[in-house]
């Protein structure tokens, strides 16, 4: 999503919803732009306390279903509920910290004016000596917004979104362009938050952050649910898992490539790695072709290798 935003942090509070009331709720769904369907009859609860990572290829509806869910846009069909009301409502307060792509930074203050502002903002405001610390970006603390490289300014848009108490955190990709210290500051924090029963809900293309991070999954495509699960179930849903070994001597693909279950064969020097859909039959065929496989190892897929796995049949079925 590269389009400009008007707010880099959306503070709202709504009156305190049944503990029963989940803290986002989507139902039925939809948004078009023109033709194109963004988002798609999605249907899905977020409930307090869960670390949510939201995936898809490019286009596939995560900045749409974000703005939906912070009121920036509005469903063609279906409803969107925060903390049971409409986000319009959600809006007027507090309970809310959004971390979005781009723009809305003030360019004429400085790192703390602005940072001031936020929590000065926000009703349950944290200190903004803390808030610049957590954020690793107290030594900069006077320098002009306009005068930051682009991970700095990730840094101030993670300040914004946490400068205060909120109950649900929305990050849009929020780790682009975050070195590793900055990236490992700004998980610590999350984690905190959620350990503390906040929600967390990001989108992302780094799937090893999903893998590490979140307890709970999304994966869209094409503006609908393909997947929703614990990363674990997200790898098992995809079905297929990697072989890999060493043969010895010149290494004839053929017979190789003509084993049952194989969905992908990459022979590199002596070693062949394989994901298969069945690795049991696979390994049992191998054996059968008479080699003699040394180092064989059967793994699960990652969770990259899944959602790509995942997003490819889905693509197929398409076409
Ligand atoms: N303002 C708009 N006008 C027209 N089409 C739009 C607009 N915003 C998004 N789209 C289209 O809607 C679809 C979903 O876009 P969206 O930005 O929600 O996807 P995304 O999953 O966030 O993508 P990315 O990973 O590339 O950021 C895409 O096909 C995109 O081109």
């Not at 063609?76 to 910290?97: C, L, N, Q, S, Y």
């Not at 723009?103 to 200190?127: I, R």
């Not at 306009?146 to 848009?157: C, D, P």
Request: charged letters at 20%; a negative charge; one cysteine or more.
């Amino acid at each position: 999503m590269h389009r400009a935003r008007a707010a880099t942090m959306v503070p709202m509070t709504t009156t305190a919803a049944p503990a029963t009331t989940p803290v986002v709720g989507f139902d039925q769904v939809s948004k078009s732009y023109g033709n194109v369907r963004a988002v798609d009859g999605l249907t899905l609860d977020l409930h307090p306390g869960e670390t949510v990572a939201l995936l898809g290829p490019n286009g596939a509806g995560k900045s749409t279903t974000l703005d939906l869910l912070l009121g920036l846009k509005h469903p063609d069909t279906g409803a969107v509920r925060v903390f049971g009301a409409g986000p319009r409502e959600a809006i007027v307060g507090g309970r809310v910290g959004a971390m979005l792509q781009s723009g809305g930074l003030m360019d004429e203050v400085t790192v703390g004016e602005l940072v001031k502002l936020a929590c000065d903002l926000h009703p349950k405001p944290y200190k903004v000596s803390d808030v610049l610390a957590r954020a690793g970006i107290s030594q900069i603390a006077d320098r002009k917004v306009n005068k930051l490289s682009g991970g700095q300014e990730q840094r101030v848009r993670f300040a914004l979104a946490t400068a205060g108490a909120n109950d649900l955190i929305v990050l849009d990709e929020p780790t682009t362009g975050m070195d590793v210290s900055a990236r490992q500051a700004f998980w610590a924090t999350m984690r905190e938050q959620a350990d503390q029963g906040r929600t967390v809900l990001f989108a992302t293309h780094y799937l090893e952050e999903a893998d590490a991070i979140a307890d709970r999954v999304l994966v869209l495509h094409r503006g609908r649910l393909l997947a929703d699960g614990t990363a674990a179930e997200i790898k098992a849903k995809a079905g297929a898992r990697r072989i890999a070994f060493d043969l010895e001597g010149p290494i004839d693909e053929a017979p190789l490539r003509a084993l049952p279950f194989l969905t992908s064969i990459d022979v590199s020097g002596h070693t062949v790695r394989i994901q298969s859909s069945d690795a049991d039959a696979t390994v049992h065929a191998l054996y059968g072709l008479g080699l003699y496989p040394r180092n064989l190892e059967v793994a699960g897929l990652g969770l990259e290798q899944a959602f790509v796995a995942i997003t490819a049949a889905e693509e197929a079925k398409s076409q």
